[in-house]
């Protein structure tokens, strides 16, 4: 069974920076084998998926809200998917989660559909204040 942590939340004011973890347990190759992903979920919002990674290329795709602030990226042999987070703002507030899944780049595999992921951590909250 795939089980996923994530870490690095807090709290930053706006434009600050933070880096999220989510370490991944069950096998050795998860994140080399699943397409990975973030999403987050905002106070009495809907789930909102913004980055991907596939397995095979690690080619990344955003959605249009964090496109060119935010970074995923991984180490598969720490089994680790990370997200950076540049230039933060009051509306990234949300719980940030990490989720993995086997899905086809471009179609399971995108940005806006990684909270549809099957695996999903327990989530990391992010606070900006202005």
């Known amino acids: 069974q795939v089980q996923l942590v994530e870490s690095g939340g807090g709290s930053v004011q706006a434009g600050g920076s933070l880096r999220l973890s989510c370490a991944a347990f069950?096998?050795?190759?998860?994140?080399?084998?699943?397409?990975m992903g973030w999403f987050r979920q905002a106070a009495g919002k809907e789930r909102e998926g913004i980055a991907v990674t596939d397995s095979v290329t690690s080619r990344t795709g955003y959605a249009d809200s964090v496109k060119g602030r935010f970074t995923i990226s991984k180490d598969n042999a720490k089994n680790t998917l990370y997200l950076q987070m540049n230039s933060l703002k009051p509306e990234d507030t949300a719980m940030y989660y990490c989720?993995?899944?086997?899905?086809?780049w471009g179609l399971g595999c995108a940005a806006g559909r990684a909270h549809e992921l099957k695996f999903r951590g327990q989530g990391t909250q992010v606070t900006v204040s202005s």
């Open positions: 989720a993995a899944g086997w899905a086809t």
């Open positions: 069950g096998y050795p190759y998860i994140v080399s084998s699943y397409c």
